[in-house]
């Protein structure tokens, strides 16, 4: 190890030492039987155990309606492991440890005899841990979560008076209501069994190490938090693009839409980290306390100007590296007459005293040229002199860009001299690379939250209020939206950018979109 990596390691702050103590207890999945399940719970759960951070002793338990022995759940879940670990290919042996804490029990949500025969097993294990300390994961619709939640409180697994020294905790799936109105009732419906502080709503945005990385990059570094406001920024762009179609999503899809899918959770939970305040300490509580209050800075839009600060468009067909794509509308399971959005850009500005008067311009789209999640911090110019006063436009503002996925890491662009005996200025970027600077994997996002939840740290997890406050900035976008056409301008080539009319919202502040580029 040479000295500079010495004294790196040697400045390195752990901050493990706030992690509770993740105590024995049982894990029970409602919806086992599920895609998610599969796809991400078991494969996260596995890794967990075979990099040892599950507790010792450890019992999961799937709930579903489906006739299964314990045997044909764990062979079911070792195929899907096969596909999906992160790690291949699975250890046996490692496989044959983690099978034998993986149980079944069949029952329908709506039948008290089912949360009997769960008691029944959860005594069966023996150890009072294993019975008390109980994470209840609700991979179900959301119109089941009430439900489940009212069924297990009768069924004495779920207390609102936890006994000392135990726990239960419920974590929910997304989506969290589909408006205002169903947030409010689904919240109220968990709330009448189970105390906030015992109910996890999960985001697996917020679980993503780059994600996280945010708060870090922002509150450990005091030359980039002293130029976080509105004297030196001029506009901030958050992009998430997708480069897929709605697929066989197309059901769920006319349902949600771009709006809900993505912009109501995902982007204005990068937008509140991006733009918080510092929080008073790291504890959960303190950190969500400053997301909910930049969401409810949010400038409120009435209907009438939801057309000047918000754009809608939906995909038609073109093709994707050089691969014919179909239009959304002939997609599986979709209104051959759809006004659904597939692509969603909208002008934001917080009102507080750190962002005034900065937009904040938001785009999330499918079927677009790349598959790319990332934040571009946008410098003032400099003034009209110097430099600036010979190149003109040619002379690039100063940038910060946080790389979210995929080719992690962070870039700032500054402008430099080109070597040689002429006078040449052109933006050259320094870049830091998860990558290439740590070497090591990047955890799947799931495997941090379920440790999170266990541990009972919820500064991943949306409370009730951040909730609430998200869909009522969102809602009067819909109500302006409803029974209204697509227009001509409403509709972008499958592998664009998106429609002109993304491009005029940021032209009419002197502003453009920086595209996302693949980093080599």
Known sequence: MDQAQNLDELLTCRLDFRRKVVEPCSIIIFGASGDLTSRKLIPALHQLFIDSQLPEPIRIIGFARREKTHESWRTELKEGLD????????????????????????????????????????????????QRNLLFYLSTSPSQFGEVVEHLHKAKLLLKDEAPGTWQRVVVEKPFGHDLASAQQLNQELTRFAYEKQIYRIDHYL?????????????????????????????????VSEKLGVGSRGGYYEEAGALRDMVQNHLLQVLALIAMEPPVSLEAEAVRDEKVKLLKSLRQMLAPQVASFVVRAQYAEGKIDGQPRIAYRRETKVNPDSTVETFVAMRVFVDNWRWSGVPFYLRTGKSLPMSASEVRVQFRPTPNVLFAAQCGPKLDANAITLRLQPNEGISL??????????MQLRPVRMHFSYDSEFGAYTPEAYERLLLEALGGDATLFIRRDEVETAWAFVDPIREAWKDLALGEKEFYTAGSWGPTASDELLAANGHTWRNPQPIT
């Open 207 to 239: 679980g993503k190490e780059t994600v996280q990385n945010i708060l870090m990059f922002r509150f450990s570094n005091s030359i980039f938090e002293q130029l976080w406001n509105r004297q030196c920024v001029d506009h901030v762009q958050i992009t």
């Open 83 to 130: 596909k999906f670990s992160r790690t291949k290919p699975v250890d046996p042996e490692k496989w044959k440890a983690f099978a034998e804490h993986l149980f079944y029990c069949q029952g329908e949500f709506a039948d008290p005899n089912a949360y009997a025969r769960l008691a029944k097993m959860l005594a069966g294990f023996g150890q009072e841990k294993l």
């Open 413 to 422: 662009r500054f402008n430099g001299k080109i070597p040689g005996t002429s």
